[in-house]
């Protein structure tokens, strides 16, 4: 089995820093894309910011300049450094990871389990 587990969610005030961490683990040969959506309520799940395995990375027009996503190959985990946080940043966010469980087998989407996040003063 593959676990995505997120850590890292919390309150923050407006102007204030956050970081989410997702660590991948289980039965993994290779994890291709990585990413970060989030879902507001009463709102779709909308992508925040995902990276490649080659480190190209993109983002949500709303979150740039803001947000840096990362990853750590070596340990299979994906980091969201949020900073010049607004209001409407507030939602659940998810970990994402297309990960392909064994050598010639097909990719996957896995997701975690959220992790809450809220802007207010």
């Known amino acids: 089995q593959v676990q995505l587990v997120e850590s890292g969610g919390g309150l923050a005030q407006p102007g204030g820093s956050l970081r989410l961490s997702c660590a991948a683990s289980g039965s993994i040969f290779s994890i291709n894309r990585m990413g970060w959506y989030r879902q507001a309520p009463g709102k779709e799940r909308e992508l925040v910011a995902a990276?490649?395995?080659?480190?190209?990375?993109n983002y949500a027009d709303s979150v740039k300049g803001r947000f840096t996503i990362s990853r750590d190959n070596a340990k299979n985990t994906v980091y969201l450094q949020m900073n010049s946080l607004k209001p409407g940043d507030t939602a659940v966010y998810y970990c994402n990871a297309l990960i392909q469980k064994f050598r010639g087998s097909l990719n996957y989407d896995y997701w975690g389990q959220g992790t809450q996040v809220t802007v207010s003063s």
């Open positions: 990276v490649s395995s080659g480190g190209s990375t």
